[in-house]
């Protein structure tokens, strides 16, 4: 199934979903991190490559941190570069030093 494909019920492929900056109100990023998750938790394997050897994770748990004034002011969000930018993957050194793709299953 080609990156195109919806899951949604409001049939936004996943770059769509991962766009926050439409959203107004903590309702609507709920619903949204909702979408996001089902999609990441039940249509994507992350796939590492080290050393030339790809290995496959299914992502069991997830966490959102998300930031917009007046919206949904999470104060867990520190301020880091890498959570400056919507859909930029914040991850600890070690598992940053590689190179991680997330497939479709």
């Not at 994507?44 to 050897?53: A, D, K, M, P, S």
């Not at 496959?56 to 867990?76: A, N, S, T």
């Not at 959570?83 to 991850?91: E, F, I, P, V």
Request: hydrophobic fraction near 40%.
């Amino acid at each position: 199934m080609s990156s195109d494909a919806t899951f949604g019920h409001d049939g936004l492929n996943l770059p769509e979903l991962l766009d926050l900056s439409i959203l107004e109100s903590s309702a609507q990023v709920s619903e949204r991190f909702s979408q996001i998750a089902n999609a990441l938790l039940n249509k994507y394997l992350l796939c590492v490559e080290h050393g030339g050897i790809i290995t496959d994770f299914r992502l069991l748990e997830i966490e959102f941190y998300f930031f917009m004034e007046g919206v949904h002011e999470d104060p867990f969000c520190h301020g880091h570069v890498d959570q400056t930018r919507s859909a930029q993957w914040y991850a600890k050194p070690y598992l940053a030093r590689r190179s991680v793709i997330l497939l479709k299953k």
